[in-house]
């Protein structure tokens, strides 16, 4: 059954979803790497596609920008589509001083300043951790790719536009990255008993005022959607 948010009918969506955050991207993934890729979503223009990669059905869909969106989305994925697998494929900002633009971030865990995991109602402060099998598997394919990588902790952030300057006081805790979106997809695959990882590259490093300009984040970024693909084969 369609949801609000998606048209697809259950069996259109692959059990592995690669999300970008912005629609063009997935359509450029899907028209670049899928062999018979077909639409299964347009509702809001938050595109979704489904087609083969090594033999592998995967599908790849838009999550739009922050948690709430992809809260929705992930959610909907895991819970009415039965999808197994969400892989996370975006950009994000360069806290260490070490990360460099290009450099290919996982999210081991994701800090957040987001009150997301209040709907669970813990007795406790939830970290929202990736799937440790994602993880390998994709560390794996980016050491056989040569990318220059990093594993560890980043941070999903409400606010772009943060007024406090808060980013050093992350920098101090070894912090990798800022994003807006791992967080919540780790909670709802958590709660969903699926599994979720981020794998995002490095548009911008915000403490050292150095950006990448936005054609290049939509479609450039091609080892990290080629570490994603590489990781859903067989799943």
């Known amino acids: 059954m369609p949801t609000p ?3 697809a009918q259950k069996g259109d969506i692959a059990k592995t979803v690669l999300m970008p955050g912005d629609p063009l991207r997935a359509k450029f993934i899907a028209e670049t790497y899928l062999d018979d890729p077909v639409c299964y979503n347009n509702v809001r223009g938050m595109l979704g596609f489904t087609g083969k990669y090594k033999g592998t059905e995967v599908s790849v869909q838009g999550s739009g920008m922050g948690m709430p ?3 929705i989305y ?3 994925l895991y819970n009415e589509y039965d999808v197994e697998n969400i892989i996370r494929i975006g950009t994000i900002g360069a806290i260490a001083d070490f990360v460099n633009p290009r450099d290919v971030i996982f999210g081991m ?5 987001s009150g997301y995991a209040a709907q669970y109602r813990l007795p406790g402060t939830y970290a929202p951790t990736a799937s440790y099998e994602l993880l390998k598997k994709a560390v794996e394919n980016a050491e056989k790719l ?3 990588y990093h594993v560890g902790n980043i941070l999903s952030s409400d606010t772009f536009y943060d007024d406090a300057n ?3 006081q992350w920098q101090k805790m070894n912090v990798l990255g800022v994003e807006m979106e791992a967080a919540a997809l780790y909670m709802n695959g958590a709660r969903a008993g699926k599994n979720a990882l981020c794998i995002a590259t490095v548009s911008d490093c915000p403490l050292r005022n150095i950006s990448l300009p936005a054609e290049e984040r939509q479609t450039s970024f091609t080892q990290m959607m080629e570490i994603a693909l590489e990781t859903a084969v067989g799943l």
């Open 5 to 7: 948010h998606n048209n």
């Open 69 to 71: 969106s992809i809260g």
């Open 166 to 168: 808060s980013l050093a």
């Open 74 to 76: 992930s959610w909907e």
């Open 146 to 148: 040569g990318a220059v």
């Open 109 to 113: 865990g994701a800090c957040t300043n």
